[in-house]
């Protein structure tokens, strides 16, 4: 666990006794030791160790900071657990689609029958929703249970509310409009023992017509690359092989640093770390894919075969209302690059489909990208206006019946290439990282390739963190069965 080494040995260090310290860092280690006691003395009184449980929706940002608030929950000393019914549960938001939003509040409602049944229930909401104060209404009238909310920008002061709560049973509510603190060093809990995110920056300035995300996660921010490469060493140290760049636009990384860094810079040197096995980053923004990334990757067998370029439209008449900044053959001629100058690259996007004003003919046009393109897997996502954005106040949205047909239809045309594009594959053997136990059919694990793409095989929990090559057997449609090859074969490296 990143800086968890000497962690105990700084709570130790700090006087309980006194007033909180002035850096962020320290604070929120004095809050954790106090809370400690706390938590020691209501374990005791109940006879049982209390436990805690992050749910998490939306992005991989977000499971990041979920893996804080998880490390900083198993330090004061509470037992982590999946299940819901638990002492303390947190709820890390998402608010990019209204359905994210209904996800969350069908939870909050199902808890709610949990927490009459346990008293000493405590239930948290924090993460991008909460930074729409609609949101914390609602919550605060119709969720009136709920003992913290918090936003996006003061996750690291997590500690000190949840002591906040503990000490005083009062409710807390704290949401900031912005910050320009970055507190990366906290404790962190990993949920893979064997691969990590690491935050690169934070927000995003590009202020697509249709997002929210501007909104809640405030203005792009780049982490210093000497803390970022720390991060990376210590994370190998601990056994990690795979590190996933994380940033909602990935390759504008640099702008605002006092050393100035750009993506591709800082890609070759996380690749140049000892122990570091696989570089994945997401998510890269079409207009600012330089050339030289594409080098890096190129270069660089370590950086995963893997693009992942959202395309959101095909239309040039979308892509310009939806403030995009590059048309339908730029788009084409970027994934053609990308696809000259790395073999067997996968490359995958994201498609909105239903954006206010879109016509059959521009459904043609997206669908057209599919085709020429090919993409090995795509999202696809119904629009849905979020309140705040440009496109909300679009006159033209479209009724949702219209929509669901071209949804389908976009649908069925990226499965169909994923399909087929996967299905080229067969027969090849590729190096695979043992991820899990297969849930669904025993006796299997699943890999996931360079590619991104998943294959289960025979095999079991001992296998798990290791790196294997993989005949792919059958595809079924964009994952494959597969097995270990013979071992006098050799894996192509990606
Ligand atoms: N920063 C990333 C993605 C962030 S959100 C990027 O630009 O690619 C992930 C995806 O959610 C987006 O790519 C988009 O396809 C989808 N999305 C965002 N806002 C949406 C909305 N209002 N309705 C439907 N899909 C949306
Ligand atoms: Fe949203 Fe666009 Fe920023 Fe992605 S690049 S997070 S879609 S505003
Ligand atoms: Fe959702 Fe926030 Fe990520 S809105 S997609 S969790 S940045």
Redesign the pocket.
């Given at each position: 666990m990143y800086n968890d080494i000497n962690i105990e040995e700084q709570i130790a260090a700090i006087d309980l006794a006194s007033h909180e310290p002035a850096d962020e860092h320290s604070r929120e280690l004095y809050y954790i030791g106090k809370l400690r006691a706390l938590i020691r003395e209501k374990s005791a009184e109940i006879g049982r160790a209390l436990t805690a449980c992050t749910v998490t929706f939306g992005?991989q940002m977000n499971a990041r900071d979920s893996e804080k608030l998880a490390g900083i929950l198993a330090r004061s000393g509470f037992v982590l657990t999946d299940s819901e019914n638990a002492d303390f549960v947190i709820f890390n938001t998402c608010t990019?689609?209204d359905n994210a939003d209904q996800r969350t509040f069908g939870h909050l409602g199902r808890i709610s029958h949990l927490k009459k049944k346990n008293p000493l229930m405590k239930v948290a909401v924090c993460g991008c929703m909460m930074q729409e104060p609609g949101n914390v209404e609602k919550i605060k009238k119709s969720y009136p249970f709920v003992d913290l909310i918090f936003g996006t920008h003061n996750i690291f002061r997590f500690a000190q509310y949840l002591y906040e709560i503990y000490d005083t049973d009062k409710t807390v509510t704290q949401i900031w409009q912005k910050t320009d603190q970055i507190v990366e060093t906290l404790p962190i809990e990993r949920k893979y023992p064997y691969k990590s995110g690491i935050n690169i920056m934070f927000g995003?300035d590009?202020f697509?017509s249709?997002?929210?995300?501007p909104y809640v996660r405030g203005r792009e921010r780049s982490r210093d690359p000497k803390e970022i490469l720390r991060e990376a060493e210590n994370l190998a140290r601990d056994g990690v092989t795979e590190i996933m760049l994380l940033g909602?636009?990935v390759n504008s990384y640099g702008k605002g640093l006092d050393n100035p860094c750009t993506f591709a810079q800082l890609l070759e040197e996380v690749c140049r770390i000892e122990g570091i096995h696989r570089v994945r980053f997401m998510?890269p923004?079409p207009t600012d894919l330089s050339y030289d990334v594409i080098e890096v990757i190129r270069d660089n067998p370590k950086v995963a075969r893997h693009v992942h370029l959202?395309l959101?439209s095909g239309s040039d008449r979308i892509l310009k209302r939806m403030n995009r900044h590059y048309t339908k053959e730029q788009f084409i001629e970027l994934a053609r690059r990308i696809r000259e100058e790395i073999p067997d690259v996968s490359i995958t996007t994201?498609?909105?489909v239903g954006f206010p004003g879109e016509t059959a003919e521009d459904v043609a046009e997206t669908l057209d990208v599919i085709e020429r393109v090919g993409f090995d897997n795509a999202?696809t996502?119904?629009?849905?206006?979020?309140r705040g954005?440009p496109?909300a106040a679009m006159k033209d949205q479209i009724p949702a019946e219209e929509v669901k047909v071209n949804f389908d239809k976009v649908l069925s045309a990226v499965q169909r290439n994923a399909a087929m594009r996967a299905g080229a594959l067969t027969g090849r053997i590729m190096e695979g990282l043992v991820e899990e136990v297969n849930e669904r059919k025993e006796g299997y694990v699943t890999c996931r390739l360079s590619n991104n793409m998943v294959v289960h095989i025979p095999g079991d929990a001992s296998m798990i963190g290791s790196y294997k090559p993989i005949l792919l057997e059958q595809c079924r449609g964009f994952y494959f069965f597969g097995r270990i090859a013979d071992t006098d074969s050799a894996a192509d490296p990606q």
């Amino acid at each position: 666990m990143y800086n968890d080494i000497n962690i105990e040995e700084q709570i130790a260090a700090i006087d309980l006794a006194s007033h909180e310290p002035a850096d962020e860092h320290s604070r929120e280690l004095y809050y954790i030791g106090k809370l400690r006691a706390l938590i020691r003395e209501k374990s005791a009184e109940i006879g049982r160790a209390l436990t805690a449980c992050t749910v998490t929706f939306g992005c991989q940002m977000n499971a990041r900071d979920s893996e804080k608030l998880a490390g900083i929950l198993a330090r004061s000393g509470f037992v982590l657990t999946d299940s819901e019914n638990a002492d303390f549960v947190i709820f890390n938001t998402c608010t990019v689609r209204d359905n994210a939003d209904q996800r969350t509040f069908g939870h909050l409602g199902r808890i709610s029958h949990l927490k009459k049944k346990n008293p000493l229930m405590k239930v948290a909401v924090c993460g991008c929703m909460m930074q729409e104060p609609g949101n914390v209404e609602k919550i605060k009238k119709s969720y009136p249970f709920v003992d913290l909310i918090f936003g996006t920008h003061n996750i690291f002061r997590f500690a000190q509310y949840l002591y906040e709560i503990y000490d005083t049973d009062k409710t807390v509510t704290q949401i900031w409009q912005k910050t320009d603190q970055i507190v990366e060093t906290l404790p962190i809990e990993r949920k893979y023992p064997y691969k990590s995110g690491i935050n690169i920056m934070f927000g995003c300035d590009k202020f697509c017509s249709y997002c929210i995300v501007p909104y809640v996660r405030g203005r792009e921010r780049s982490r210093d690359p000497k803390e970022i490469l720390r991060e990376a060493e210590n994370l190998a140290r601990d056994g990690v092989t795979e590190i996933m760049l994380l940033g909602q636009n990935v390759n504008s990384y640099g702008k605002g640093l006092d050393n100035p860094c750009t993506f591709a810079q800082l890609l070759e040197e996380v690749c140049r770390i000892e122990g570091i096995h696989r570089v994945r980053f997401m998510t890269p923004h079409p207009t600012d894919l330089s050339y030289d990334v594409i080098e890096v990757i190129r270069d660089n067998p370590k950086v995963a075969r893997h693009v992942h370029l959202p395309l959101q439209s095909g239309s040039d008449r979308i892509l310009k209302r939806m403030n995009r900044h590059y048309t339908k053959e730029q788009f084409i001629e970027l994934a053609r690059r990308i696809r000259e100058e790395i073999p067997d690259v996968s490359i995958t996007t994201d498609i909105i489909v239903g954006f206010p004003g879109e016509t059959a003919e521009d459904v043609a046009e997206t669908l057209d990208v599919i085709e020429r393109v090919g993409f090995d897997n795509a999202y696809t996502f119904i629009y849905s206006p979020r309140r705040g954005t440009p496109a909300a106040a679009m006159k033209d949205q479209i009724p949702a019946e219209e929509v669901k047909v071209n949804f389908d239809k976009v649908l069925s045309a990226v499965q169909r290439n994923a399909a087929m594009r996967a299905g080229a594959l067969t027969g090849r053997i590729m190096e695979g990282l043992v991820e899990e136990v297969n849930e669904r059919k025993e006796g299997y694990v699943t890999c996931r390739l360079s590619n991104n793409m998943v294959v289960h095989i025979p095999g079991d929990a001992s296998m798990i963190g290791s790196y294997k090559p993989i005949l792919l057997e059958q595809c079924r449609g964009f994952y494959f069965f597969g097995r270990i090859a013979d071992t006098d074969s050799a894996a192509d490296p990606q």
